[in-house]
């Protein structure tokens, strides 16, 4: 399961395995606005992402 938490938060599926930098891309997410952690621990762009993973992506707040 994905969960995208932000300023929109919402769960998504997938149903083959993709590269994180191309799930994210498919989902219009960017990677400078995101953090990605797979099944705990944190992932890179190149990372494979299975149907039967836990994605967490966590939007980035600045402000002051």
Request: net charge negative; no cysteine; proline share 3%.
């Amino acid at each position: 399961m994905i969960k995208v938490i932000g300023r929109k938060s919402e769960q998504k599926t997938i149903d083959k395995a993709l590269k994180l930098n191309d799930l994210m891309a498919s989902f219009l997410i960017s990677r400078e606005r995101f953090i990605a952690i797979l099944n705990g621990i944190p992932a890179t762009s190149d990372d494979i992402v299975n149907p039967d993973d836990e994605l967490v992506l966590l939007e980035v707040f600045s402000g002051g």
